[in-house]
């Protein structure tokens, strides 16, 4: 089992342009999540599913989209790049999001919006 | 708002001493989980806290819940160089969604 993967690793933008960021898990996990983790701030929940075609908001969600059109992949948009974007973008999975379940990251996505 | 303080958040120290780092809020938790992660990878569990006053042990890591389940502390004995890394706690919230506090960053020096 490759787990969970992130593409790309590293990316740089320019404001105003947009991108996604890949995520896939071969676990069957019904439960995937987005986080960004910033200096000092620990990890912040961006947009979370529970299921193929159901999403919702995290504590972050302001200029990022994201779909579940299947349970292995889930995407996460940014719509127009900010400097205030600039982070570290890590993906999760979890069986079914119970809170004691283990929760699997992938090895994030560095992005730097100029 | 469910807040969790981690402290302290800066600590290096030289191998085979002791340390403890500690994970508190004013909020009770149902459950906490601690995750250690390494430059430039993802968080990885290290155990999952359950029970007021639980006690786990994972080799020279021993992990506390507070009897109240609104602290935790995570203490390592004889620390390793293998020890470094920022460390994680993170409480049950609601609606699917964990509360996360800030990280300790661990150096543990040769």
């Known amino acids: 089992n490759a787990g969970v993967t992130q593409t790309p690793k590293f990316q740089v933008l320019k404001t105003g342009q947009s991108m996604t960021l890949q995520c896939a898990q071969d676990?069957?996990?019904?439960?995937m999540s987005w986080y960004r983790q910033d200096p000092g701030m620990g990890l912040r929940l961006i947009h979370y599913?529970?299921?193929?075609?159901?999403?919702d908001q995290g504590e972050v969600p302001n200029g990022y989209n994201v779909s579940r059109s299947t349970t292995e992949d889930f995407p996460l948009r940014l719509l127009s790049a900010a400097p205030s974007q600039t982070s570290v973008y890590f993906c999760?999975?979890?069986?079914?999001?119970?809170?004691?379940?283990?929760?699997?990251f992938g090895p994030g996505t560095r992005l730097l919006v100029l | 708002t469910q807040l969790l303080e981690q402290s302290p958040q800066f600590l290096s120290i030289q191998e085979g001493e002791n340390l403890t780092v500690y994970c508190n809020s004013s909020?009770?938790?149902?459950?906490l989980q601690w995750y250690r992660q390494e430059p430039g990878e993802g968080p990885v569990l290290l155990v999952t806290?359950?029970?007021g006053g639980e006690v786990k042990k994972l080799k020279r890591l021993t992990f506390q819940f507070g009897d109240a389940r609104k602290d935790s502390s995570l203490h390592i004995t004889a620390a390793q160089p293998g020890d470094t890394g920022l460390y994680l706690c993170?409480?049950?919230?609601?609606?699917?969604?964990?509360?996360w506090g800030a990280g300790t960053k661990l150096i543990i020096k040769p």
């Open positions: 806290v359950v029970t």
């Open positions: 993170a409480g049950a919230g609601s609606n699917y969604q964990l509360i």
């Open positions: 999760a999975s979890s069986y079914s999001g119970g809170s004691q379940e283990t929760q699997y």
């Open positions: 909020s009770v938790f149902s459950s």
């Open positions: 599913s529970v299921g193929a075609g159901i999403t």
């Open positions: 676990m069957n996990h019904e439960y």
